[in-house]
């Protein structure tokens, strides 16, 4: 017997090293359904916007399976949902031109809550530390509890806000149309610093302390993400109304004259510079996704008809790698998940595309409804636990996944 009366040793020491296993085996089970429950709590994936999921269920061999498991519609207008949906804590996020932020459940699509935002919502969420930020066309920068939509705190920014938020380090940068870009805090709206910029229409990118913002004056700014102050500035061929993708070394965004620019992160210098439309005849207004030694961008061609295209490019060099065929023209960023593209268009489909030959393989067939206004899908898609969320100009928000 041990001197406390209690087990002998050896078995205490047998106890707690079971004890131990099991609790290792719990973490390890814990762990692995976490890592399982992807989310999508910002623009195009993350802070870098990137555009790439971590998910695990979808593969080019698989996606022919995908059918509709759940839609549900926000109230009836006439250009319907053209914010990115966001996807955290088993709900989805989006906003639609009703002027409400709406939350669903992500199982299933229950609805969980509706609040009125005060203008058309373009701006697609943030759903970062308990709250969803959110802009609208009323020129206010919101912040709402997650779990309920109630009101936290609100910003006027003198313009439309499209762009949607970024939140990264307790913070949220946005610019607005009204020519100026933001930095708030995210717990409390208190206003960091702010800069003119001209005007901004959509989202910004950060890495390692630096944020990444492109505007109407056909630049491409560099911040401090805590000071402000401006890190560089590159001039680009036309008007920027892409969010840039930020990898360790590169920034990428197209512009409104159909190029798709790789600058140096630290730098801005131009490494390389590709035409994804030829000039004058189309834009880049997509987030590029950057995955697999590749960048993806959609595009938009002004020709009669109206035609679109995804093309993929070298991330270290700008040469073209493959082009595949959209049947109308694109604003939709593409969402990259384990060598498979997800892009919408506007001839109101959402293609699944093959990442390293630009093969076309499914896609969903959705047939346009109400006429010309209520068809297309100008949002970009999110890849969270085991579903693929997108919103559409039907005015719909549709869930997809294998059958």
């Not at 762009?163 to 009204?178: D, E, M, T």
Request: net charge positive; aromatic share 10%.
């Amino acid at each position: 017997m041990s001197s406390d009366g209690g087990p002998p040793l050896s078995h205490r020491r047998r106890r707690k090293a079971l004890t131990s296993l099991g609790l290792v085996a719990a973490l390890a089970a814990a762990g692995s359904a976490s890592a399982h429950a992807t989310q999508w709590r910002q623009f195009h994936s993350g802070p870098s916007r990137l555009g790439a999921s971590a998910e695990t269920t979808f593969t080019r061999w698989n996606v022919d399976r995908l059918q509709i498991r759940w839609k549900r519609a926000t109230n009836p207008t006439q250009e319907g949902i053209n914010s990115s949906p966001a996807v955290a804590g088993g709900r989805v996020f989006v906003g639609s031109d009703d002027g409400h932020l709406w939350a669903f459940a992500a199982k299933g699509g229950a609805l969980r809550w509706s609040r009125w935002v005060g203008g058309r919502v373009r701006s697609s969420p943030a759903v970062v530390g308990g709250l969803v930020f959110v802009g609208s066309d009323a020129g206010n920068l919101q912040a709402r509890g997650a779990a309920h939509g109630a009101l936290v705190w609100e910003r006027h920014l003198g313009g439309k806000v499209t762009a949607p938020p970024l939140v990264a380090h307790g913070r949220v940068f946005v610019g607005s149309r009204g020519g100026m870009f933001y930095a708030f805090r995210a717990d409390t709206g208190r206003l960091l610093w702010k800069h003119r910029t001209w005007s901004v229409w959509d989202g910004a990118a950060f890495r390692h302390g630096v944020v990444y913002v492109g505007s109407d004056q056909q630049r491409v700014f560099a911040f401090n993400a805590r000071t402000g102050h401006v890190k560089w500035r590159a001039d680009v061929w036309g008007r920027m109304r892409s969010t840039p993708a930020v990898t360790g070394r590169m920034v990428y965004v197209g512009t409104d004259q159909g190029r798709l620019y790789a600058l140096n992160r630290k730098t801005g210098y131009q490494r390389w510079v590709a035409a994804a439309v030829t000039p004058g005849n189309g834009y880049v207004r997509c987030a590029p996704a950057v995955a697999d030694g590749r960048v993806y961008v959609s595009t938009g061609l002004i020709t009669t008809p109206m035609d679109g295209k995804v093309r993929a490019f070298d991330r270290r060099t700008g040469r073209e790698i493959w082009k595949a065929e959209l049947a109308d023209y694109s604003t939709s960023s593409p969402a990259y998940v384990n060598g498979v593209l997800f892009v919408g268009s506007f001839d109101h489909r959402l293609y699944a595309i093959e990442a390293t030959t630009g093969k076309e393989l499914w896609t969903s067939g959705w047939e346009s409804r109400g006429g010309f206004f209520s068809r297309g899908l100008s949002a970009s898609p999110a890849i969270a636990d085991r579903r693929i969320y997108v919103g559409v100009r039907d005015g719909r928000l549709y869930a997809l996944g294998l059958r």
